[in-house]
């Protein structure tokens, strides 16, 4: 049996390199040329989209509206720009991923929100028997970073709770 020499070898693996495929070759012309949105033959316009964020928030299961907690957050007057986030972690929990979490752009106050496990960063199943919510107020819009000019509220409550009021202020008040 004859071993293949080093400079075989490398032109083999130049070779098997150099074949190089786009993404146009991936596919069939067919696939490629596919519409996104499948329309009724006749239809003027393409169907309407479900509305999506805060207020619509993903489809929810049973148990996930079971869970989901409603309330509102109130602003002090002339509070300034930024991203609110809202977090739920479970009751005592002081770090590690939250349970769910929603991200909106400038708010307007008062708030209402309804946060549960449709919002969740990873599929953990239902929410523990106390949770903590945490609203903050972010300026740079960084939920790894917090400002001293930062406003946060907290509230514990039990999963399906409603008319939870969270109060933005000062982290130092």
Do not use: H
């Amino acid at each position: 049996m004859r071993i293949p020499s080093f400079t075989t070898l490398a032109l083999l693996l130049l070779a098997a390199c150099s074949q190089r495929v786009t993404p146009e070759e991936e596919f069939a012309q067919q696939e490629r040329e596919r519409p996104l949105i499948q329309m009724e033959p006749g239809a003027a316009t393409a169907p309407a989209l479900p509305a999506t964020g805060p207020a619509a928030g993903p489809a929810a299961g049973p148990e996930d509206a079971a869970q989901t907690i409603r309330g509102t957050i109130e602003a002090p007057a002339g509070t300034g720009s930024g991203v609110l986030f809202l977090f739920v972690r479970a009751a005592g929990a002081t770090g590690g991923p939250p349970l769910a979490v929603q991200r909106i752009p400038s708010p307007s106050f008062p708030l209402e929100f309804a946060i549960g496990p449709q919002d969740a960063m990873m599929d953990g199943g239902p929410f523990p028997e106390r949770v903590t919510i945490e609203a903050r107020l972010d300026g740079d819009g960084n939920a790894m970073t917090e400002g001293p000019e930062d406003l946060s509220a907290r509230a514990e409550a039990a999963p399906g709770a409603t008319n939870i009021g969270l109060a933005l202020a000062s982290q130092g008040a």
